[in-house]
């Protein structure tokens, strides 16, 4: 299967493996909390997961 990438992306991959690994596992994790977070508000957005409010103590 071959996979056609943009400049742009090309331009990331480069930046990204020239992060040590310790950072590249960073910015991986950094990036999965921002999907889940976005997915989380596209729920919300849709109606499907209703809002959860916390009480202050």
Request: aromatic content about 8%; hydrophobic content about 35%.
């Amino acid at each position: 299967m071959i996979v056609e990438i943009d400049a742009r992306e090309q331009e990331l991959i480069h930046y990204f493996r020239g992060l040590t690994s310790f950072n590249q596992q960073r910015l991986m994790s950094i990036a999965g909390t921002a999907y889940e977070n976005r997915q989380r508000a596209l729920a919300v957005q849709e109606g499907s997961t209703p809002i959860q409010c916390r009480q202050k103590a």
